[in-house]
């Protein structure tokens, strides 16, 4: 039923591995307990992906990337795009990970399935207004779209928010 | 299946008669015809809850009140009170009901379970630009904190968002 649920509100696209998705739910679960509201695959405007999106109380936005191994970080030759995105950027790593390999001016959060421990604040490097408010509002119609999908699944039919 | 879900995006709190769930319906989905996206009873400043809080692609703000029966639309003595949260006020009613007892300067979606017809465009009343992004963060948090409860219950146990 949890499964299904999940599948629903996130339709699986392959590319997570199973590890990503543990260290995904344990960075939304740290999120989550800071009060805060995150949204994991959030497109951006430039079509990429942020692996969690989060919007703080007084609007601020972060990225979260998950990293699920060093050959995966070593990978991703475009991570410091995703600052132009967020006021603060953080990446979420498994336990085992060598955290010394990570850029020295973003965040880190260690993670499991279960939960995150912060390890390193993200620096915070402000968005100007009108950015953070068209991130605002995608990530709002993004949430809400995706919500509208799953209590009515006929209206979304075709339609493209 | 679809009703089990729907029970867990929004848990049935008795307030809404099957008439009201109907004509919402009706209505979110002519809201996701435009493009748009609602949130269903998104809790204001003030603790009402605007049955529909609707935002538009470049940050408009709507609420869209349903009535599900004219006893239902004259039991409602603080309506006018929604227009400070918001762009533009509707009302949504049922094809039976007597439209000419609705005020005039809002909004008419007349709607059943299937969809909705715009039968008056509602008037313009900006909001200022700080109530705006306020109300635009309470809807992005209150969809993201929705998707991530039914993502992982266990994530909110205790919390308030």
């Given amino acids: 039923m949890h499964g299904t649920l999940t599948d ?24 989550a307990a800071r009060g805060l ?3 994991p695959e959030l497109v951006l405007g ?10 703080c109380a007084k609007g601020e936005v972060w990225v979260i990337e998950v990293k699920s191994s060093i050959a995966d970080f070593r990978a991703d030759h475009k991570w410091f795009e995703y600052r132009a995105f967020c006021d603060r950027l953080f990446f979420a790593v498994a336990p085992d990970f060598p955290l ?6 973003t ?9 995150a421990a912060l390890v390193r ?7 100007v207004a009108h950015q953070r408010k068209a991130l605002t509002l995608r990530l709002a119609r993004c949430a809400a779209g995706r919500l509208m999908g799953l209590m009515d699944p006929e209206a979304l039919r075709g339609i493209e928010l």
């Fill in 121 to 127: 604040e993200a620096p915070r490097h402000p968005l």
């Fill in 100 to 105: 010394d390999i990570l850029p020295e001016d």
């Fill in 46 to 55: 430039t079509g990429r992906r942020a692996d969690i999106a989060v919007l």
């Fill in 8 to 31: 629903l509100v996130l339709p699986p696209d392959g590319r997570q591995s199973e590890a990503a998705l543990a260290i995904r739910r344990g960075a939304l679960r740290y999120v």
């Fill in 107 to 115: 965040g880190i959060l260690v993670a499991d399935g279960f939960g």
């Fill in 37 to 39: 509201v995150g949204v």
